[in-house]
């Protein structure tokens, strides 16, 4: 056990030496310990960020602009699933994959015909 002074023996046995100091000296030391990073956010605050005109002037790389129109992009994607969906009623476990089986095979054979040159994509 530590000995203490006998004017001190009082002071160390209160809950608001024990705990209460040791808190106030964590967030008063905390914050002199935190000053680093808050300088790194405000440093790093004031740069703006490079807009795509800026860095082709800078580097000299063109970049690509691409307008997106999303009422386009819908009915396109929108197309796309309808042309190339079809219902297929999925068999039960004790059916055969018949319907799924033909409609594999000819998907395959369609993609043959497409590389060969025979069907245009």
Known sequence: MVRYAPFARP??????????????IIVIGGSFYLKDFTKLRYKYRAQKQITP???????????????????????KAESEVQSDYTMIRGPRPDEPWTAYDTMKKERLAEKAQQKAGKIPA
């Not at 860095?55 to 790389?61: A, D, L």
């Open 53 to 75: 005109e800026d860095f082709e002037k800078i580097m000299g790389v063109p970049m690509k602009k691409k307008p997106v129109n999303f009422e386009e992009e819908l009915k």
């Open 11 to 24: 002071w160390m046995q209160r809950s608001l030496f024990r705990v209460g100091v040791p808190i106030f």
